[in-house]
C-alpha cells in the first residue's frame, strides 16, 4: 500500500523565479492537503483539494496556487518567490468519501525542502 | 491569540518518566483532534486521534476536554525513541475541513 509520496525531495530557487511541487496522494485517498512548516513552528495550511476544486484555503497569497488531477494527484504552485518561501512543504492526504466530513485523518508526505536565494 | 496554543517546551526528562503535554484550542467548532510526533527534518506522524471519552495506545493517553476547549497527551515510561517533537492538531469544518496544527512541543528522553 502507497503511502504519500511527493517530489522532488529538496530544490533550490533564486528570488522572483516559480517552482511546481508534486503529490502523490496515499493509495485509496481523495483529499490532498498542502502545508508550509519554516524552521521550529507547526505545518502552516495552505489550502485542500477535493475533486479537482480547493476547497478550504489558509492565509496565503495568491502567489501559492495549486490544482488537483483526476487521479487524486496534486500541484502546488508558488510564483514570485520570496526568501521567506524558504521552508519545508508537507502534503497530506486523507479521504472524505461523503465530501463533507471533518474527522478525517491525514497522511503526511516526507515533503520538499525548498530553499530560495 | 494563536487557534492552537501548545507548551512551549522543550520538555527534558529521565528515561521511565510520566511526562504530560497540553495544548488549548480558541475555535469551539472545532471537530476532531490528533496528536502527531515529528522527528528531526522528518515529516508529521498520526501518534492518535483524542476522543471525548479520552483514548489510550499502550504508553500513551489522550484526553480531550470540549468545554475548557483542552487536549493533553500523557506518555507514561518514556523510552530515549519518545524523543520528538508533538504537535497537537485541531479540525474544524469550513466548507472542506481545515486543519490548525500547534506550534509543537519539544522532547528530550535522557539515558
Known amino acids: 500500500d502507497a503511502g504519500v509520496t511527493q517530489s522532488p525531495t529538496h530544490l533550490i530557487k533564486t528570488r522572483g523565479q516559480q517552482v511546481t511541487l508534486r503529490c502523490s496522494p496515499k493509495?485509496?485517498?481523495?483529499?490532498v492537503s498542502w502545508y508550509q512548516q519554516a524552521l521550529g513552528q507547526g505545518p502552516q495550511f495552505i489550502f485542500q483539494y477535493y475533486e479537482e476544486e480547493e476547497r478550504q484555503r489558509g492565509n496565503f497569497p495568491d502567489r501559492f496556487s495549486g490544482h488537483q488531477f483526476p487521479n487524486y494527484s496534486s500541484e502546488l504552485n508558488v510564483n514570485a518567490l520570496l526568501l521567506g518561501d524558504s521552508a519545508l512543504y508537507l502534503c497530506?492526504?486523507?479521504?472524505?468519501?461523503?465530501?463533507?466530513?471533518?474527522?478525517?485523518?491525514?497522511?503526511f508526505g516526507p515533503g520538499t525542502r525548498l530553499t530560495v536565494l | 491569540r494563536k487557534e492552537v496554543e501548545q507548551d512551549p517546551g522543550p520538555f527534558n526528562v529521565p528515561e521511565g518518566a510520566t511526562v504530560a503535554f497540553n495544548c488549548t484550542y480558541s475555535n469551539s467548532a472545532s471537530q476532531s483532534f490528533f496528536w502527531y510526533r515529528q522527528d528531526c527534518r522528518k515529516e508529521p506522524k498520526l501518534l492518535m486521534s483524542v476522543y471525548s471519552s479520552g483514548n489510550e495506545d499502550g504508553r500513551f493517553t489522550a484526553q480531550l476536554n470540549r468545554a475548557s476547549q483542552y487536549i493533553s497527551l500523557l506518555i507514561r515510561d518514556s523510552k530515549l525513541s519518545d524523543s520528538a517533537t508533538y504537535l497537537c492538531?485541531?479540525?474544524?469544518?469550513?466548507?472542506?475541513?481545515?486543519?490548525?496544527f500547534g506550534a509543537g512541543t519539544r522532547l528530550f528522553v535522557k539515558a
Open positions: 497530506a492526504s486523507s479521504l472524505v468519501s461523503s465530501g463533507r466530513s471533518s474527522t478525517d485523518t491525514q497522511y
Open positions: 493509495s485509496g485517498h481523495d483529499t
Open positions: 492538531v485541531v479540525n474544524y469544518q469550513a466548507g472542506g475541513f481545515k486543519t490548525i
